[in-house]
């Protein structure tokens, strides 16, 4: 088993930057990948970002290639993810995700992962 915490959210305002990180433990020598999805109110849960274990691949959502970026710390086994450029739109609970079974589904789709971190809300203000 793997357990993710994320941390890092918080309020700001439109055009500013937040980073948020996610702690991997636990069995974490049988990870494959990770990624960042995020729900905003009334909505689906969205693919943001996700990043193979070995750092060497990276993948975005179109709504956020060019202004988040997504990196792994393998010494400090967390995920971090860069915002800048903030729109209120990115207003939603972000979740940290890891896989750490072997799997065919693309790391864009949520069914994807088998851990999932408790979420932690991003706001953008206008």
């Known amino acids: 088993q793997v357990q993710l915490v994320e941390s890092g959210g918080g309020l700001v305002q439109a055009g500013g930057s937040l980073r948020l990180s996610c702690a991997a433990s636990?069995?974490?020598?049988?990870?494959?990948?990770m990624g960042w999805f995020r729900q905003g109110p009334g909505k689906e849960r969205e693919f943001v970002a996700a990043?193979?274990?070995?750092?060497?691949?990276?993948y975005y959502g179109d709504s956020v290639k060019g202004r988040f970026t997504i990196s792994r710390d393998k010494d400090k086994n967390t995920v971090d993810l860069q915002m800048n450029s903030l729109k209120p739109e990115d207003t939603a609970v972000y979740y940290c995700?890891?896989?750490?079974?072997?799997?065919?589904?693309?790391?864009?789709?949520?069914?994807?992962?088998?851990?999932w971190g408790q979420g932690t809300q991003v706001t953008v203000s206008s």
């Open positions: 636990g069995r974490t020598f049988s990870m494959y990948a």
């Open positions: 995700a890891g896989r750490s079974v072997p799997s065919f589904t693309t790391l864009m789709r949520s069914t994807g992962y088998n851990s």
């Open positions: 990043i193979a274990w070995s750092g060497s691949n990276t």
